[in-house]
């Protein structure tokens, strides 16, 4: 009998002699189907993006009293590297708008908050990073008499805030603060045009 090898790439790759067409079509086969463990794997990865896009920061429950408008200058800090942006909060209409900008003036995020929601503000593309630093700054400047009103897992203690299992905050003056996320950069914010330590 005379044994031919398949004739796609992978079928000889796999070195599998092939006397009928179903033998060829099976080394084929084999060597494109993925195993079991590996499909799970790619559904739980398709999940966890999925939940990523998903989870929202919270939002106070009502509107906070800030004393807008404001401008900040914001300090990122993760794994020694340092970035300085300016960020500027001010009302618009029946929203709250903020602008972050690099030291240049370049516009790096811009959303509008109303009615609760976030909304992009002008062509920028989404930004999940600033939209959680925002969402953690209205929670930082949420005064103190109206926190759990608005927050009612916060708690507060001292110079200190926080809303556990997403942000950590350390006073140092009512303008001036770090803040911190579980897993990601940490931030120090005070008012324009004062210095950082």
Avoid at 16 to 43: D, H, W, Y
Avoid at 77 to 93: F, N, P, S, T
Avoid at 95 to 121: F, V
Avoid at 182 to 192: A, D, N
């Amino acid at each position: 009998m005379l044994r031919m090898t398949c004739g796609s790439e992978l079928a000889r790759e796999s070195g599998a002699p092939c006397t009928e067409n179903f033998e060829c079509q099976t080394a084929f086969a084999s060597k494109l189907a993925p195993t079991g463990s590996i499909v799970r794997l790619m559904l739980m990865f398709c999940a966890l993006l999925l939940s990523g896009c998903t989870t929202q920061a919270p939002l106070p429950t009502g509107n906070p009293t800030l004393p807008l408008p404001l401008q900040l200058h914001i300090e990122r800090q993760q794994a020694e590297q340092r970035q300085d942006w300016l960020l500027v909060i001010q009302r618009e209409g029946p929203g709250i708008r903020w602008s972050m900008m690099d030291p240049l003036g370049i516009p790096q995020a811009r959303q509008r908050l109303i009615d609760g929601r976030w909304q992009a503000d002008g062509l920028l593309p989404p930004n999940p990073e600033a939209r959680e630093l925002f969402a953690a700054l209205l929670f930082a400047l949420t005064p103190s008499g109206e926190l759990l009103r608005n927050y009612p897992a916060a708690q507060q203690q001292g110079d200190q805030r926080s809303l556990p299992a997403r942000w950590d905050i350390r006073y140092s003056q009512p303008l001036s603060f770090e803040l911190k996320l579980p897993q990601g950069p940490h931030y120090r914010v005070s008012p324009l045009g004062e210095p950082t330590p």
